[in-house]
């Protein structure tokens, strides 16, 4: 008996080396491209406010952040779910242009520290530029894998990040690293898409679909039982209904939001007590 | 990368310490370089002040 072409999970993706290559394509070129698909270029700053807006971000944040940061590539405001406190230390899986990282860095304050870890070279690059511009003094970028983190052992106090888990080939790896790197009692915020109903085939398996978030995403339940598989407590899963609104503008000819919908995925590591 | 985030920097692959070799720094920002892990011996370059610490068949599948 053969496996039936079903629509969830890794079962029927790409392999993982075309998945992580598609990704890196679409992410590597978009950083050489207008600053977000939806804005003109960096003189349209009211649309960029307006676009930030719906995903969570406040006019500060906006107006804080160095417009060179923030790509429009998100679907929610990490940093708003994780309520960081002065002097914590966060690290944000696939920082992309960096602009989670640095409102992050604004939250914790100089006694605090952010990591930002993303595998596509260009994205790194455009973010390191940012810090040095804006002279961040606590936060660095590292090229690296979220799969495979450069990061230690219970090393920091959150994760975030911003619609980055569905595109991983290995998700419940994704959990388990963060798991791992998170001192006890830390906590995971994550904004991302979560799939509502059964995709169609050729979307599943497009390159192209996985690469814009929509191909890879998973289940609240299935994204539920990796991350209480790795270990986190208090696993909260919450849809955003108002989601609907950008996610339909994500495709000229289908409209996405019939199967995925943002949501913000929380999870805490138990204290070391046990 | 930064000297003051070493001690959150580890081998991606075994999760061991870092050594860090460095070529060319500008004040706390280390510019060029290396990571060695201290356990498997893998290095890691450090290129315009970005780490570079992919696992090794990743960083072979990175366009130049």
Redesign the interface.
Known sequence: MTDDATTDGEADGLDP?DQ??AV?DRY?SITTESPSDSCCDTSCSDETTAEADRLGYSDEDVATVDPDAYLGLGCGNPTAIAELNRGE?VLDLGSGGGFDCFLAAQAVGDDG?V?G?D?T?EM??RA?ETA?TTDA?NV??????IE??????E??DVILSNCVVNLSPDKPQVFREAY?VLRPGGRLAVSDVVLTADLPVDLAADPDSVAACVGGASTVEEIEAMATDAGFVDVAIEPDDDSEAFIREWDDERDLSDYVVAATIEGTRPDAAH | ??E??M???????D?H?LELDVTERDD?EILAGTLTCTECGET?PIE????????PD?RD???A
């Open positions: 080396s992580r290559a890196r590597g230390d520290r990591v870890v595998m070279p790194v690059e390191r040095e003094s660095e970028f590292r090229l690296g894998e495979h983190l450069p990061v230690p052992d090393s920091v791992r | 990368m930064k003051n985030l001690d959150i920097i580890c081998c991606p692959l999760k310490d706390e890691y315009d002040g970005i780490p570079n610490l992919l696992p990743m599948e990175a366009p």
